[in-house]
Structures are given as structure tokens and as C-alpha cells.
């Protein structure tokens, strides 16, 4: 069933500070909307609700992108295109450059923005794996103040999220600390280009000798949310690059797959090519 836009209210608060008001006001009344690549979607299926959107596109508190010594700042408004030619972030972020250009068509990157694909919370978003894996912080407003918060504890489950009804997600936060890192991302879709991921993967990886010292893996469509492979990174950290540890890393993966059949794709499918992109970033180390 398709939705008549006549039933919907936009409003469009001239600050933040008048948007977070109006979303404390009514609590659950009202839906942000940015780039709407995804509530548009979800409006011409007739699933949005509630029925009064709060347009935060223009709100430039939003969009900036900022360096510090130490970390990377991306307001929640900033689109896939803003990322993607940001010389900052492709020198030290070149997993976000590469999910940013994966997200929709060019159209899509104009529009979307990194802080929709957050919130929109599907477990195969594009971006989320690499911000994982990097480490990312996110930072929370409403009218009683900020709060922030590890990305790693942002998802609760399939499109749930800690973020209250009164609240916007503002800031993300990017530690510069990859320097010297080998980092790799794939995703695995339908074609190369404008489709949802079966399975992604995110991984960066530091090593002394052939010796793992460090490793941080994110995934999209491993489980009901975007997700960190913790326990593939304990079997792996500290360890040599071989036959036996590859093993151990694809069984230790297993584990913490909780994959779906859906009209993608099957969980057998997704498990195992899970297991092959964490081996062919595993075998690229060596090389």
C-alpha cells in the first residue's frame, strides 16, 4: 500500500537547538529526516509512522567534517559525497572512503548522510563495519545535553539503537591512530554497485614480524546488527600468520555468526563467505 503524502507534516526547525525542542515536546511524535534515501523508501511502501517529520538536512550544526591532532569529527548531516572528498579522511580513513562509495547511486551519496545510515540501524549498512573497525565514538544531543558513547554499544538489535526519541546522533568520532595499519574492506553483493550487502567485512590488522599485535574486525550482515568480531579478534591477536591460526579465526568467526535466510541470500551462504574474506585478509597480510 502506497502512502499519501498529504497525510504527513514536515517541519523545519531554523536551529538544532529548535529541533531538539520540538523532539522533547512530544516524545515519539516525530521522525528526523536528512537525506531521506531510506524514509522515502519506507514512505512509498506505506510502513512510515509516525506521520510528522522533523527535517534536519539543512541544519549546518549538522555538516562539518573537523581534524584535530588526534581524531577526525564528522557531524552527523555530512553525505557519503562530503566524505568521500574530504583529503583528510581518504588519507586516514580509506575504509570509510570505500563504504562511503558504495552507498546508492550518485544521487544517493549527494543525499544520504552518515549519521541516516547509523540511525536507519540495518545490519547490512555500508558504513558501519569500517567505523567498527576504527573504533568510532558517537556523541548523542538533546535539550539536557550530550552524551557519548563507544559505537560498539550504539546497535541493541535489528533497527534498535540506544538513541532516545528525544535525541539526534551528532557527532561521529574517528581516532587518527591506523598509521602504519593494513587495512581491508569487501563487501559482497548482488553487482558491484547500487545493492544491498550479503556480507561485508572491515578489517584492519598491525603486525611485528608475521606476529598479529593488533586486529579490529567489523561486519554487516553477520548478525542482526552491524557487528564487531570480538572473539575472531582474541583468536587472532598475538598470534603467528599461519595455517593453524587461519583455522582457528574461521571457526572463532563461526561462532559469532548468527546469519538468516532472507530474500538475499541463505545463512549458509553468508557463514561461509564470511569465513573467506577474513581468510583472504588473513592470507594478504603475508604478502
Not at 574530504?86 to 544517493?108: E, F, K, M, V, Y
Not at 593494513?182 to 611485528?208: E, M
Request: charged residues 20%.
Amino acid at each position: 500500500m502506497h502512502s499519501n503524502v498529504l497525510d504527513y507534516a514536515l517541519t523545519a526547525p531554523a536551529t538544532l537547538e529548535a529541533a531538539l525542542h520540538l523532539l522533547a515536546s512530544e516524545p515519539g511524535q516525530h521522525i528526523p529526516i536528512a537525506g531521506g534515501t531510506e524514509l522515502m523508501v519506507a514512505l512509498g511502501a506505506g510502513r512510515l509512522t509516525p506521520k510528522s517529520l522533523i527535517s534536519i538536512q539543512h541544519l549546518r550544526e549538522l555538516r562539518f567534517i573537523t581534524v584535530d591532532e588526534t581524531h577526525i569529527h564528522i557531524g552527523s548531516g555530512t553525505t557519503f559525497t562530503d566524505i568521500r572528498r574530504n583529503p583528510d579522511i581518504a588519507r586516514d580513513l580509506p575504509l570509510l572512503i570505500q563504504s562511503a562509495s558504495w552507498t546508492g547511486s550518485i544521487a544517493n551519496q549527494n543525499r544520504g548522510t552518515l549519521g541516516g545510515n547509523i540511525c536507519n540501524a540495518s545490519p547490512a549498512a555500508d558504513t558501519p563495519p569500517a567505523l567498527l573497525a576504527y573504533n568510532a565514538t558517537v556523541t548523542l544531543v538533546s535539550i539536557n545535553g550530550p552524551r557519548t558513547l563507544p559505537y560498539t554499544d550504539f546497535h541493541l538489535g535489528y533497527k534498535r539503537t540506544v538513541l532516545r526519541s528525544d535525541e539526534l546522533l551528532h557527532t561521529i568520532t574517528i581516532p587518527r591512530a591506523f598509521t602504519g595499519y593494513r587495512q581491508y574492506i569487501r563487501k559482497v553483493g548482488t553487482r558491484n554497485a547500487q545493492a544491498i550487502s550479503k556480507i561485508a567485512l572491515a578489517a584492519l590488522a598491525q603486525l611485528d614480524d608475521n606476529t598479529i599485535t593488533d586486529i579490529r574486525l567489523g561486519a554487516a550482515s553477520l548478525t542482526d546488527r552491524p557487528t564487531r568480531c570480538t572473539a575472531t579478534e582474541r583468536a587472532l591477536i598475538h598470534q603467528p600468520i599461519n595455517e593453524a591460526t587461519i583455522k582457528a579465526a574461521r571457526g572463532a568467526l563461526a561462532s559469532e555468526t548468527h546469519t538468516i535466510d532472507d530474500i538475499r541470500s541463505t545463512a549458509r551462504y553468508r557463514a561461509t563467505v564470511a569465513g573467506n574474506l577474513l581468510e583472504e585478509f588473513l592470507r594478504s597480510l603475508t604478502v
